[in-house]
T-cell receptor, first 118, second 116 residues
Framework: AQTVTQSQPEMSVQEAETVTLSCTYDTSESDYYLFWYKQPPSRQMILVIRQEAYKQQNATENRFSVNFQKAAKSFSLKISDSQLGDAAMYFCAYRSTYTQGGSEKLVFGKGTKLTVNP | DTGVSQDPRHKITKRGQNVTFRCDPISEHNRLYWYRQTLGQGPEFLTYFQNEAQLEKSRLLSDRFSAERPKGSFSTLEIQRTEQGDSAMYLC??????????????FGPGTRLTVT
């Protein structure tokens, strides 16, 4: 079974600064998806960024980028130019691909609470 | 596109009572997922449907839990004989299989259950 570990329960960053959230995972599969989801207080979870394991290039979405290290099974999220609206719980998640015949469920880590200080 | 909706948003019940939650996915989405999130934890998978067929159930889904998706539209999650350990946020998500974006699950706001 796949597992996802987020070792930082809480992180804080100054507005306009950069912060990196860590995630490691364990799997025996060779192809899969990795995601970062954001869950603002009392609001629904939204997808921030995704990475396909077969792609060597790290995904970027505006101020959000990932550092995907497949051999190390590491998937960190970097938030540049942090804004007050970035404050939220961030969850790292894993999903098998169809080609693996695996489950479509998302396997989540425990989350990292990000505080942005003005 | 009104997003995934869930009803009720909050439910307080006494131990031993039955509760039912409803999820309305994004209208054209054929896959629907249920997750449970307890305080300080990430969401845990419970079950998912493709259209009306329930394709996978987690071992977390005890005999007291049942989910349905009649006609492949909305879904209900029922918990019978609730226990205090059932207190959690129940999240619903949907996705559209067969498109380039089928990996993305769109989440609803959740139903927070408190069992007293």
């Amino acid at each position: 079974a796949q597992t996802v570990t987020q070792s930082q329960p809480e992180m804080s960053v100054q507005e306009a600064e950069t912060v990196t959230l860590s995630c490691t995972y364990d799997t025996s599969e060779s192809d899969y998806y990795l995601f970062w989801y954001k869950q603002p207080p009392s609001r629904q979870m939204i997808l921030v960024i995704r990475q396909e394991a077969y792609k060597q290039q790290n995904a970027t979405e505006n101020r959000f980028s990932v550092n995907f290290q497949k051999a190390a099974k590491s998937f960190s999220l970097k938030i540049s130019d942090s804004q007050l609206g970035d404050a939220a719980m961030y969850f790292c998640a894993y999903r098998s691909t169809y080609t693996q015949g695996g489950s479509e469920k998302l396997v989540f880590g425990k989350g990292t609470k990000l505080t942005v200080n003005p | 596109d009104t997003g995934v909706s869930q009803d009720p948003r909050h439910k307080i019940t006494k131990r031993g009572q039955n509760v039912t939650f409803r999820c309305d996915p994004i209208s054209e989405h054929n896959r629907l997922y249920w997750y449970r999130q307890t305080l300080g934890q990430g969401p845990e998978f419970l079950t998912y449907f493709q259209n009306e067929a329930q394709l996978e159930k987690s071992r977390l889904l005890s005999d007291r839990f049942s989910a349905e998706r009649p006609k492949g539209s909305f879904s209900t999650l029922e918990i019978q004989r609730t226990e205090q350990g059932d207190s959690a946020m129940y999240l619903c998500a949907s996705s559209l299989k067969g498109t380039v974006l089928s990996y993305e699950q769109y989440f609803g706001p959740g139903t927070r259950l408190t069992v007293t």
